[in-house]
């Protein structure tokens, strides 16, 4: 049909005020991303601040890596969660420099037999290190893809004997309002604090991370030595942790605390289970425009539903 009269155009076919502002957004997106590439592609020469960050040693490749497109060294160290620092995603960048990571020691207390205080390099030095390529869900859903340099928390406590009365481990953010300013306004009860089940704490997935792209961990991104646990919303992988306690109920978190109804212990990535406030269905991938699938356990599933497998994940969620 090459002509219509006015009478023929079926209200469908008109442009909603909705579509039409979408595709005002893309077009405008669209200039700004090609503004953006010729930018990018003139200064690609111009070096990222990586340099300034040692490199690791003996680091060994892992077969948990995704063979997805990594996020830039930029990317990942300037758009951060880290409330210590600011609630802005650009203010742990701009402000964790007065974070001192080293020396740093991990108490590790509570069900087990060897307790006791470990020095961060002691750990680095005496566990095989792994890099590890994740995918990062953030609950605000958006996503990254990070090469981590990490430790297996499992070959951690095996170290340290966990007795039987172990059923969760709980983990704490330093607490110190001089080098975390943030410490100073109430946004979260303070130090951070985060815990798992613990099965979900050895599997093999879950790693404490002393680094990324080879090199040591900058401060905005939990430094010297902050969990990850990739089938799970970014608030479980409490950063620049000084203690590690062993303990036998189930240990409440900082965001449950802050919001129950929105955060619980869990925070299994479930594109099933909206967030109170939003979708979790889909998320943006960092650079991208147009936003992917969630998947289920931030596509992790083989590795970790097991361990779910008697639990009501819309009321443990
Ligand atoms: N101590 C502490 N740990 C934290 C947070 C925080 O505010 N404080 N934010 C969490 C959230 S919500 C996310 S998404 C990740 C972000 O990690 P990244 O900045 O290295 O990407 O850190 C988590 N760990
Ligand atoms: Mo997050």
Request: glycine fraction near 6%; hydrophobic fraction near 35%; proline fraction near 6%.
């Amino acid at each position: 049909m090459l002509i219509n009269n006015e009478a023929d155009i079926k209200s469908s076919e008109i442009t909603s005020e909705q579509d039409y502002l979408n595709r005002r957004q893309f077009m405008k997106f669209s200039a700004l991303a090609t503004a953006g590439f010729v930018l990018k592609n003139n200064l690609l020469w111009a070096a990222d601040d990586s340099e300034k960050y040692h490199r690791l040693n003996n680091v060994v490749t892992s077969r948990f890596s995704t063979s997805e497109e990594k996020n830039s060294w930029d990317d990942i160290t300037t758009y951060n969660n880290f409330y210590e620092f600011g609630t802005a995603k650009d203010d742990p960048a701009d402000n964790a420099h007065t974070l001192k990571p080293k020396p740093w020691k991990v108490e590790i207390s509570g069900h087990c037999k060897k307790p006791g205080s470990y020095d961060v390099d002691d750990l680095i030095k005496q566990n095989q290190l792994e890099e590890r390529i994740y995918r990062l869900r953030c609950v605000e859903a958006w996503s990254m893809v990070i090469p981590w340099v990490g430790i297996p928390l499992k070959s951690i406590i095996d170290r340290v004997e966990p007795t039987s009365k172990a059923k969760f481990i709980e983990m704490t953010t330093l607490y110190d309002p001089k080098q975390m300013p943030g410490q100073n306004s109430y946004v979260l009860q303070w130090p951070y604090v985060e815990g798992l089940r613990l099965d979900e704490a050895s599997n093999p997935l879950t790693i404490l991370a002393v680094g990324l792209y080879g090199r040591v961990l900058p401060n905005q991104n939990g430094a010297p030595i902050r969990l990850i646990v990739p089938w799970k919303y970014g608030f479980k992988s409490v950063k620049s942790i000084v203690s590690i306690k062993f303990v036998e109920k189930m240990p409440r978190n900082t965001w449950n605390i802050a919001a129950p109804h929105e955060y619980g212990f869990y925070a299994n990535v479930n594109p099933g289970v909206d967030h109170p406030r939003w979708s979790q269905a889909r998320e943006r991938r960092l650079g991208e425009f147009f936003k992917r699938e969630t998947l289920m356990f931030n596509g992790y599933g083989d590795q970790v539903a097991h361990m779910y497998k008697d639990l009501d994940l819309k009321k443990w969620f």
